[in-house]
């Protein structure tokens, strides 16, 4: 069991699921939840030398840089706002999905012809 | 059946690695060094986000104080109980918590953060990434393999003539000189290797010089370089041989041309005893010939059969009023070098015209003269 694996695609999930639910209702705790997951998925990310890894860790740093506007946006009083800015991250963190999707396919792949 | 075989066959091809591009290496082994970061940035993240929703918890959902209180009792700051809540016994049960294990994990997180940054690997790397893509755009150039004082001479005569030049050394202890002179492009490889023979541009490099102490690894060199450019016409390798015998067999093996050093400065030293009576113009001819006078140069300049030279007297074409530049000597066709020329002398096909003037002048002469029957060709055709 590769553990490392589980606890990146862990984060990726996590960023995207809260991301959700903070569109769906908007909430502070959400909103940090959301921001500290995305932080944490684009952290693991870092330093993997794979083509598709840096297509995920570009995603990643767009979305952080959707949701962290959006937190201090929030903040200050301006909910709609932050909304649509978690609006764009979330589609950049479906993208993270796919990408990991994508990958752990390929490499399922090269494992059975190894 | 057949087809079945072809496309697996195909299929073993495209699945052959190729042997990776030594910047590509260089890249990785960066992404590697940066890998490090995650672990400190992931427990300092760690400790932002517990104190960030702790303090949210405490104050209700107050997102700025409670980052900023975190920021001020993990960074060891502690301008007070700014956050509403933080000053409740449950508070401060929790900023105790939160400077036990906060403290300590912010110091050691950003210490190991900025010697992960300031480590000589990391900033080498990058530095060496930077070179190589600087290198990709070189064409024309010289490559140097091996770095010594007879090496450091070398390049600063090249530097002199705004010739480019990439160094090929793999001895580490050699950057400390090759930082110190000054040397735009280096690679502190084993230059044997065909990775970083292409990585120092061979394939758009106009020749090279092999000079790493050791016969066995210059003929090492020679053979891979050759391996890569196999015209001798089309790129050029020096290199330095211990014995007369081995200069012999590097010649052979693709060296354009082989050098004894001690005999080499025997030959050059000898000259000088020879000239006794005549030390300048000796001594300025060995200088032109050595690339040490810059000012003055020799150009060999070849009359080719339908060149608007042909049957021209000198003192017709008027090089030295024109552009500034004298012909000193012909060598003819068969070899002999005609010393006694005069302005009646004729200029035949197949002649070659040696002129003497300043570097600049004599790019210009080569490049009119060589222009002008360029056009008297394609008049004729």
């Known amino acids: 069991m590769r553990y490392k694996k589980i606890i990146t695609d862990f984060f990726i999930l996590m960023a995207l699921t809260t991301n959700i639910s903070f569109i769906v209702s908007p909430n502070p705790y959400e909103l940090v939840i959301t921001v500290a997951a995305n932080l944490a998925a684009t952290i693991l990310k870092i330093g993997e030398g794979r083509v598709l890894s840096t297509e995920m860790l570009a995603s990643s740093l767009v979305a952080d840089l959707h949701l962290i506007p959006a937190l201090f946006i929030f903040f200050m009083g301006d909910s709609h706002e932050a909304v649509g800015l978690a609006q764009g991250a979330l589609a950049a963190n479906i993208i993270s999905v796919i990408i990991s999707i994508i990958e752990t396919v390929l490499s399922a792949f090269t494992e059975e012809e190894d | ?381």
């Not at chain 2, 702790?54 to 920021?71: A, E, K, P, Q, V």
């Not at chain 2, 292409?198 to 210059?218: E, Y």
Request: aromatic share 8%.
């Open chain 2, 1 to 381: 059946m057949p087809r079945l075989k072809l496309k697996r066959k195909i299929k073993r091809r495209l699945r052959k690695k190729r042997e990776p591009k030594l910047i590509e290496i260089y890249q990785r082994r960066f992404i590697e060094a940066l890998r490090e970061l995650r672990i400190p940035l992931l427990m300092l993240h760690t400790a932002l986000t517990v104190g960030t929703l702790g303090y949210m918890l405490l104050s209700g959902g107050d997102f700025i104080n409670s980052f900023y209180m975190t920021i001020i009792t993990i960074g060891t700051i502690g301008y007070g109980e700014v956050v509403a809540g933080s000053d409740t016994v449950y508070g401060r049960i929790f900023t105790s918590f939160l400077s036990l294990l906060g403290i300590g994990v912010f110091t050691t997180s950003v210490t190991v953060i900025v010697r992960i940054f300031f480590k000589e690997d990391i900033i080498t790397l990058y530095r060496a990434i930077r070179m190589l893509r600087e290198i990709e755009e070189l064409e024309g150039h010289f490559i140097v393999c091996g770095y010594d004082k007879t090496s450091a001479w070398l390049a600063q005569t090249l530097k002199k003539r705004k010739i480019e030049f990439v160094v090929i050394e793999d001895n580490p202890e050699a950057l400390k000189y090759l930082q110190e002179h000054n040397i735009k492009y280096f690679i502190t490889e084993e230059p044997y290797k065909r990775s970083v023979l292409l990585s120092a541009g061979i394939k758009r490099a106009k020749g090279m010089v092999v000079n790493l102490r050791d016969d066995a690894r210059n003929i090492a060199v020679i053979v891979t370089a050759r391996l890569l450019r196999p015209s001798k016409e089309e790129f050029y390798i020096y290199s330095f041989a211990s014995t007369d015998g081995t200069a012999e067999k590097m010649e052979e093996l693709g060296a354009n041309k082989a050098f004894v050093p001690n005999k080499l400065l025997a030959t050059r030293l000898a000259a000088y005893i020879f000239h006794t009576g005549s030390a300048f113009i000796s001594d300025l001819f060995d200088r032109i010939a050595f690339g040490e006078e810059t000012d003055i140069d020799i150009l060999e300049l070849r009359v080719e059969p339908g060149s608007p030279l042909v049957g021209k007297k000198l003192k017709e074409i008027d090089l030295r009023r024109s552009l500034k530049v004298t012909i000193i000597a012909i060598r003819k066709p068969d070899g002999e070098l005609d010393i006694t020329i005069s302005g009646e002398t004729t200029i035949e096909e197949g002649d070659t015209l040696i002129i003497f003037g300043r570097p600049k002048n004599l790019r210009r002469a080569q490049k009119v003269l060589l222009e002008e029957a360029h056009k008297v060709l394609e008049d004729k055709a």
